[in-house]
């Protein structure tokens, strides 16, 4: 059984599959129906979310499926039943589990015991749906993905961090890390990406400097330095990611033809100007667009995979 767990689950050549697969269910939005029946999706959020709870409820949707919303306070997965019951049980209801909770091992443990495809709607570690439709719309922006370098600057310890580094280091893609002392990925994340990025002429790199990272980049990503479960800190951590927030002159040091992105909800004035993320080079709206797209292509993937 397969699984979207984390970005490298997916081989370079099975991430290209899913992009080109994303790329054409944009331009045809309402014509494949793989989820007709429809099969039921269970979609699970134990955090905040619009885009994602959005866009896969739409997505699944337009696929012919059923997207069914399990509210994760009234499940209380973990706390009323394990979740291995809850695997169990969902597995006997729905082709498809989505889920957005905290620890990734709670998330290997669904997939574990489901019986059917699960995928990462976000956790503590990793992003990767989100990486899926930040990739296409490089692509689309940039029309390749290999060969590019791109930098992301704030916290590199949360999980868009850890996603850009292996599903940057899988496209091919050059990734440069900026974070202050203490918010860099572990180092186990960067040579898990780094032997990657060996396998498809990437690289992956930490970048104390803010400026020698984003001298030079194709793409330049910024993320809330408040990642969901570290609002305690986020007066502490204002001070300590001042220094690298994607500002106008930041952003100049970028080549003239870079993009902006960012996965959203964003903090103007915080990790990102105004003027970055409102501006002309900001792609930051097809990047919410393309989550539908991108998520649409993952679920065909793994229905093929599934009933293959
Ligand atoms: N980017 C993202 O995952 O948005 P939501 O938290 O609103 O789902």
């Not at 955090?47 to 949707?61: D, E, M, P, W, Y």
Request: net charge negative.
């Amino acid at each position: 059984m397969r699984h979207f767990l984390a970005d490298d689950d997916l081989t370079p050549a099975e991430q290209a599959q899913v992009l080109a697969l994303a790329a054409e269910l944009k331009h045809a939005p309402y014509d494949a129906k793989p989820l007709a029946g429809p099969r039921t999706v269970a979609m699970i959020f134990d955090k905040q979310t619009l885009r994602t709870q959005s866009s896969f409820a739409a997505g699944i949707a337009e696929l012919g499926g059923f997207p069914m919303l399990v509210d994760g306070s009234l499940a209380g997965i973990g706390v009323r039943e394990s979740v291995h019951d809850v695997a169990r049980v969902l597995g006997r209801q729905a082709s498809m589990i989505v889920w957005r909770t905290y620890a990734q091992a709670r998330l290997e443990e669904m997939a574990e015991h489901s019986g059917v495809p699960v995928v990462n709607a976000l956790t503590d570690d990793f992003h990767p749906c989100q990486l899926l439709a930040d990739l296409l719309t490089v692509q689309e922006h940039k029309q390749q993905l290999a060969g590019l370098t791109v930098a992301f600057v704030g916290d590199g310890a949360c999980n868009m961090g850890n996603s850009w580094l292996l599903a940057g280091a899988t496209a091919g893609m050059h990734v440069r890390i900026s974070s202050p002392d203490g918010y860099a990925p572990a180092q186990e994340m960067v040579d898990r990406a780094a032997a990657i990025a060996a396998t498809t002429g990437g690289s992956a790199a930490l970048e104390a400097d803010p400026v020698a990272a984003v001298t030079g980049a194709d793409v330049v990503v910024t993320d809330t330095w408040i990642s969901m479960g570290k609002e305690d800190e986020a007066a502490a951590r204002a001070a300590v990611f001042a220094p690298y927030s994607l500002t106008t002159a930041l952003f100049e040091h970028a080549k003239p033809d870079a993009i902006a992105m960012h996965c959203l909800p964003a903090y103007r004035g915080k990790e990102i100007d105004a003027e970055v993320l409102d501006g002309p080079q900001s792609v930051v709206w097809d990047e919410a667009e393309n989550r539908r797209h991108a998520q649409k292509a993952i679920l065909t993937f793994l229905m093929e995979e599934a009933t293959s």
